[in-house]
């Protein structure tokens, strides 16, 4: 196994986009799970202290993922994934946004669509491939400023320590 995991965070403002590239030491079976199975979310997505909780998650094409980041006081910010595509163990592509508690996509804030991808490295390593695209430069910026990459490298932190444990 290797002692350094990849972990490339790369903005590309032409594009609009944020390419991250995050390697985790497990088997692609395992971490595809830990990406497409509710309850296992919730062990890891949010950024220590929060949590993620699961409201309802319909892992298919047309889909969805709706769930809250709780924090430490109780508070809940709201998501909502909605599944374009799906080939399992190799990858997925889903329109992300915030919503409120009973799904509605808040227009106001930031909306990104996902490709989601999955490589065997070998060596019970796995790379997983996110290429988030924006429609407009303000989406991507704004994201950047609310701490993406800091609460996107936490969360990996926690999908790590969770890998770890054996207790998926």
Not at 65 to 70: D, G, L, N
Not at 91 to 107: E, L, P, V
Not at 111 to 124: H, L, P, V
């Amino acid at each position: 196994m290797k002692n350094a995991l990849l972990m490339d965070f790369a903005v590309d403002k032409a594009n609009k986009s944020i390419t991250v590239k995050r390697e985790f030491a497990a088997e692609l079976p395992l971490v595809w799970d830990a990406f497409t199975k509710s309850e296992i979310l919730d062990k890891w997505w949010a950024p220590k202290p929060w949590k993620a909780r699961t409201k309802t998650m319909d892992f298919r094409e047309g889909g969805h993922w709706h769930y809250a980041m709780v924090g430490p006081e109780g508070e809940e910010h709201w998501a909502f994934a909605s599944y374009e595509s799906i080939q399992p163990q190799k990858g997925f592509t889903a329109f992300d946004g915030f919503s409120d508690a009973d799904g509605k996509i808040n227009t106001e804030m930031p909306q990104s669509k996902w490709k989601s991808s999955f490589q065997d490295q070998g060596e019970y390593t796995t790379l997983v491939t996110f290429q988030i695209t924006y429609d407009d430069l303000e989406q991507l910026e704004t994201t950047i400023q609310m701490g993406f990459k800091e609460g996107l490298t936490s969360a990996m932190e926690g999908l790590d320590e969770l890998l770890a444990s054996n207790k998926l």
